[in-house]
């Protein structure tokens, strides 16, 4: 029932930054749990930070902890996602992805319902 459109991807040399952003439109924003997934070429889909409803619960996978920061604007519908020191290893397409929030965490692709196109992110070396 929502939409979600990323956008905010591009080339950046390593140890520069990117913030990417997740508009989202149909039911109501508030009421879902959002997630940044990435995939790289030949790789599965892997989860990278996660945020409940309200923004207070969030976690990251160990790759980028202490590098990204997700966060969200709810007056705005729009999830970010602001990365720091990048290396090459993070070149992927990154996809945000929604679910109703029932007040649990979700690291896996398979309990995400709705789902963005992706944007692409390159960092060189």
């Known amino acids: 029932q929502v939409q979600l459109v990323e956008s905010g991807g591009g080339l950046v040399q390593a140890g520069g930054s990117l913030t990417l952003s997740c508009a989202a439109s149909g039911r109501t924003f508030s009421s879902y749990a959002m997630a940044w997934f990435r995939q790289a070429p030949g790789k599965e889909r892997e989860f990278a930070a996660t945020?409940?409803?309200?923004?207070?619960?969030?976690r990251y996978a160990d790759s980028v902890k202490g590098r990204f920061t997700i966060s969200r604007d709810n007056a705005k519908n729009t999830l970010y996602l602001k990365m720091n020191s990048l290396k090459p290893e993070d070149t992927a397409v990154y996809y945000c992805a929604a679910r109703i929030d029932i007040g649990t965490f979700s690291t896996t692709t398979s309990q995400y319902p709705y789902w963005g196109q992706g944007t692409q992110v390159t960092v060189s070396s």
């Open positions: 945020i409940s409803w309200s923004g207070g619960r969030i």
